[in-house]
């Protein structure tokens, strides 16, 4: 789910967390070329605080991702997931 409340942007996933391999982070830039600039990419760390389990299956647990628009007028938000050797 995604939502734009006032000066944040909020993405809730459903994430496995059963894989200590798998991390899933995410990433904030103000272009989208920006993505290919590492030093101008915002990461974001999940927070499950106030976020429901409901319906979350063995292994996964509901994540939100919150960014806030701060002084910028437009503001890109992905989920990246990364699986180590």
Avoid at 28 to 38: C, D, G, K
Wanted: hydrophobic share 45%; aromatic share 4%.
């Amino acid at each position: 789910m995604v939502a734009v409340e006032i000066n944040r942007l909020s993405l809730t996933a459903l994430a496995r967390t059963n894989d200590a391999k798998l991390a899933v982070v995410g990433e904030a830039v103000t272009s989208l070329a920006n993505y290919m600039n590492a030093p101008s990419i915002t990461t974001v760390n999940d927070s499950d605080a106030g976020v429901g389990q409901a319906g979350a299956p063995a292994g996964c647990e509901k994540q939100a991702f919150t960014v806030p628009q701060g002084a910028n007028a437009r503001k890109f938000f992905r989920l990246k997931a990364t699986l180590a050797p």
